[in-house]
């Protein structure tokens, strides 16, 4: 498509989102411009809205509308206090927020440790979550991150951290997925879950 040039540019940017190839992101913009119910447009105003209206929680990190900071999550009064749960990105407290099964505050850490992409200590909002226990009085400590090598080396450096500050730290259980079954799950899934089980 080398004679469409702006075709050219918008393939070059849907590519760069998550999950979207090179075929994806040319099926994506040829839709966007054969479509005449205005569906390009009202796509470019939606964009363009986002990236002028939503931003960053100045508290937890999550995302949140830029007339709105701290964020709805860290302002109602409804929610526990003491207790946060720790993820790694904001999609993941929409997960959990989908749940109905957490009514703490939260904080995002802003990814987990990677030496293989330079990511230390320094790169994550380790040093703000600190500044959060003693204000808002926390006293345990969720930690809700994924189950990678680098994850786990982070909730390791994280728990050691908030420990040496005398908050308790829990971790998610983890184990057989809902509606799973045993011959799928390999062996360090069923390590946590006989690890985490739980008396009925």
Do not use: W
């Amino acid at each position: 498509m080398k004679h469409f040039l702006p075709l050219d540019d918008l393939v070059a940017a849907l590519e760069k989102l998550p999950g979207i190839g090179k075929r994806s992101a040319e099926r994506m913009a040829l839709a966007l411009v054969q479509n005449r119910d205005g569906l390009a447009r009202r796509l470019a105003e939606a964009l363009l809205a986002a990236d002028e209206q939503v931003g960053t929680c100045s508290t937890c990190g999550s995302i949140t509308v830029t007339k709105e900071d701290p964020c709805a999550l860290c302002t109602d009064g409804r929610r526990a206090t003491g207790l946060l749960c720790v993820v790694e990105s904001p999609g993941d407290i929409m997960k959990i927020e989908n749940s109905h099964s957490f009514q703490g505050r939260y904080h995002v850490l802003g990814g987990h440790l990677s030496p293989a992409l330079g990511k230390g200590v320094a790169d994550l909002r380790v040093n703000e979550l600190l500044s959060r226990i003693q204000p808002e009085e926390i006293q345990e400590v969720i930690l809700a991150l994924g189950t990678d090598v680098e994850s786990e080396a982070t909730a390791s450096y994280v728990a050691e951290v908030l420990n040496s500050r005398g908050v308790a730290v829990s971790r998610l259980a983890f184990g057989i997925p809902s509606g799973s079954a045993i011959e799928y799950a390999d062996a360090t899934t069923l390590q946590r879950a006989i690890e985490g089980r739980q008396k009925i």
